[in-house]
């Protein structure tokens, strides 16, 4: 008891502190979104979308910078399976990872297009992407992706060793291709979501506690391009990541308890 008291008093203690590790808190969630488990931007849009993974609604949002609710849209043919992260693309589309697998127990994925979310009122019916991993690969968990010339980068959630997937950005079924092996050279290797930068020349990835930057790629052989890791001093539970601007991001944590359910800014260069 004196332990878990201890533990909710450090993380009181860091969180309300101005800024941690170059994170800096600009809102809060409303407090019906109590596992935000993405974040996104489109293109001629300052909204902040998200969604919440599974046993949740198959609802995306949208809140302003101040975390106001502005958009509210019912995914009607798609179930919450364990949706995990979002993505979008030049068009202003938006994407659902629908592929969290804690269990290990699903060999088949769902990647739901939302075709111009700022234009819909109420709901829609998305277009649907599905894949499976490549023979010779065991179920994983996957938490994070990001779209690139026309493909999803689709990263595992693992300690032991971080895999790279390609999907095409193609309505249909489709088997993934494996692109590479991660050396993060970390303790907690665990991305929990991923995304690319406007200018397609900066890719983050996230954990609980800290985030990775790679830069200076010209393909998509990720794992031999410059990486770099930046520590949050700071803990929560984050599951979203996207960028304002090619220089900027915005990090989200989950709500536990009276803990996290915010949104944070943070300059990468």
């Known amino acids: 008891m004196i332990r878990k008291t201890l533990y909710i008093v450090l993380l009181l203690f860091t969180i309300t502190s101005c800024r941690k590790g170059g994170l800096k808190k600009v809102a809060s969630f409303p407090l019906s979104l109590k596992e935000a488990s993405a974040a996104e931007m489109i293109p001629g849009s300052s909204l902040i979308w998200t969604i919440e993974d599974s046993r949740n609604p198959n609802v995306l949002y949208g809140v302003n910078e101040h975390g106001t609710l502005i958009k509210e849209i019912e995914i009607s043919n798609a179930k ?40 819909i009122e109420h709901s829609t019916m998305a277009d649907v992407i599905t894949f499976k991993l490549p023979p010779n690969f065991k179920p994983m968990n ?13 990263i595992n959630k693992a ?24 050396d993060l050279d970390c303790e907690d290797t665990k991305i929990t979501s991923a995304a690319i930068s406007q200018d397609n020349k900066t890719i983050v990835l996230l954990n609980k506690s800290m985030l990775w930057k790679i830069t200076e790629f010209h393909s998509d052989n990720f794992c031999e391009a410059t990486i770099e890791n930046r520590s949050f001093n700071h803990f929560s539970q984050k599951e979203g990541i996207c960028f304002k601007d090619n220089h900027t991001i915005y990090v989200t944590d989950e709500r536990v308890w009276f803990i996290g359910g915010n949104i944070y800014r943070i300059e990468i260069d």
């Open 159 to 182: 300690n032991k060793e971080t895999k790279m997937f390609k999907v095409p950005n193609t309505i249909g079924n489709h088997t993934a291709e494996f692109v590479c092996s991660f």
């Open 142 to 154: 996957f938490e994070a992706f990001f779209i690139y010339q026309h493909h999803f980068y689709i």
């Open 80 to 119: 919450n399976i364990d949706w995990e992260d979002l993505t979008s693309d030049t068009y202003g589309n938006i994407y659902i990872g629908d592929f969290g697998n804690n269990k290990k127990e699903r060999d088949h994925f769902t990647i739901y297009k939302v075709t111009d979310p700022m234009a």
